[in-house]
């Protein structure tokens, strides 16, 4: 067991410097530059004015917008340790919109925020908005507003490639079932009677799957497919998705000009053929396809 556990160790480090490895700091991966080039690019509104938005103000004068977002997500929303870019799907969402509120790149921060700190730092101003796997539910609408939803999830498990037994959500119940504190993806657990198990990132579930200290990690698809291509020897996806989770921009609760100007960038670039193009230079790596974009939710 502790061999195994050891092995299993030191293949998720290798796995964790592969992924640090696609920088593009001299990187011999071809696939990071092939991605980069496929990427749109953004152009930067300059005559912008939303002077009834708090949010945006504040920003303007502060020279730069803050926007929340995830460092362990492959795909959607990931930090290389040494390089510090950022990439995935919900970057580039988080990107585009700052385009359309007139930010250029060097104006953009990123501030990694885990799933249980997400509504404090909003409703807070930790951050001007949030882009990071974020279910929209009412729930959470009590503390903050959403824009879109720009993609629809679905929750999901994540075992290793000899388990047979966990094939879907039912089959949780008794077994050691990890997922992130302050999800919607962990309340399931309890609903299915699975032995909850929480860290604060998904990327910790999948060290403590890797190693055997857990039967499955379960939270949506598209963030468990971008780690199963990340340890395509090790584990897979289960594939029967048992939830509905649209994704959301969260933002204060109280900024309605700046929800509006959100909604209206994310419709232009789902329109002019971004959203599309984002996708498959990101999340779409991992296998997962994009379906139909939902349309935004004006209520
Ligand atoms: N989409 C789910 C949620 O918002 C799970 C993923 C996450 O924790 O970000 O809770």
Same mark, same amino acid.
């Given at each position: 067991?502790?061999?195994?556990?050891?092995?299993?160790?030191?293949?998720?480090?290798?796995?964790?410097?592969?992924?640090?490895?696609?920088?593009?700091?001299?990187?011999?991966?071809?696939?990071?530059?092939?991605?980069?080039?496929?990427?749109?690019?953004?152009?930067?509104?300059?005559?912008?004015?939303?002077?009834?938005?708090?949010?945006?103000?504040?920003?303007?004068?502060? +020279?730069?917008? $803050?926007?929340? /977002? @995830?460092?362990?997500?492959?795909? *959607? =929303? #990931?930090?290389?340790?040494?390089? !510090?870019?950022?990439? +995935?799907?919900? $970057?580039?969402? /988080? @990107?585009?919109?700052?385009?359309? *509120? =007139? #930010?250029?790149?060097?104006?953009? !921060?990123?501030?990694?925020?885990?799933?249980?700190?997400?509504?404090?730092?909003?409703?807070?101003?930790?951050?001007?908005?949030?882009?990071?796997?974020?279910?929209?539910?009412?729930?959470?609408?009590?503390?903050?507003?959403?824009?879109?939803?720009?993609?629809?999830?679905?929750?999901?498990?994540?075992?290793?490639?000899?388990?047979?037994?966990?094939?879907?959500?039912?089959?949780?119940?008794?077994?050691?079932?990890?997922?992130?504190?302050?999800?919607?993806?962990?309340?399931?657990?309890?609903?299915?009677?699975?032995?909850?198990?929480?860290?604060?990132?998904?990327?910790?579930?999948?060290?403590?799957?890797?190693?055997?200290?857990?039967?499955?990690?379960?939270?949506?698809?598209?963030?468990?497919?971008?780690?199963?291509?990340?340890?395509?020897?090790?584990?897979?996806?289960?594939?029967?998705?048992?939830?509905?989770?649209?994704?959301?921009?969260?933002?204060?609760?109280?900024?309605?000009?700046?929800?509006?100007?959100?909604?209206?960038?994310?419709?232009?670039?789902?329109?002019?053929?971004?959203?599309?193009?984002?996708?498959?230079?990101?999340?779409?790596?991992?296998?997962?396809?994009?379906?139909?974009?939902?349309?935004?939710?004006?209520?």
């Amino acid at each position: 067991m502790r061999t195994r556990r050891t092995i299993a160790a030191a293949l998720s480090v290798l796995a964790l410097t592969a992924v640090a490895a696609c920088g593009k700091d001299g990187s011999p991966n071809a696939t990071a530059n092939d991605t980069a080039s496929k990427l749109p690019t953004y152009q930067v509104k300059t005559d912008v004015k939303l002077d009834g938005s708090p949010t945006w103000k504040k920003a303007k004068e502060r +020279g730069n917008l $803050i926007i929340g /977002a @995830k460092s362990d997500q492959p795909f *959607l =929303g #990931f930090e290389d340790v040494s390089s !510090k870019d950022r990439s +995935g799907f919900d $970057i580039e969402i /988080a @990107k585009m919109i700052a385009a359309d *509120l =007139g #930010f250029a790149p060097g104006q953009v !921060k990123f501030q990694t925020i885990v799933s249980a700190n997400r509504e404090t730092a909003i409703s807070g101003g930790q951050v001007d908005y949030y882009v990071g796997t974020y279910t929209i539910n009412d729930d959470r609408k009590k503390q903050v507003a959403f824009a879109g939803p720009y993609m629809v999830a679905g929750q999901d498990l994540l075992v290793r490639k000899t388990n047979t037994t966990i094939t879907g959500p039912e089959a949780m119940a008794g077994k050691s079932i990890c997922s992130a504190t302050g999800s919607t993806s962990l309340k399931r657990v309890d609903q299915y009677h699975g032995k909850a198990v929480k860290y604060d990132t998904y990327a910790q579930c999948v060290d403590k799957l890797l190693t055997d200290e857990v039967d499955a990690v379960t939270t949506d698809d598209a963030i468990l497919k971008g780690f199963a291509a990340k340890n395509k020897d090790q584990l897979k996806v289960v594939g029967k998705p048992f939830s509905k989770e649209p994704y959301g921009i969260g933002l204060n609760k109280t900024d309605k000009v700046l929800q509006d100007a959100i909604n209206a960038a994310l419709k232009a670039h789902e329109d002019n053929g971004d959203w599309k193009k984002a996708y498959d230079a990101t999340l779409g790596l991992s296998g997962a396809t994009s379906g139909d974009i939902p349309a935004i939710d004006k209520s």
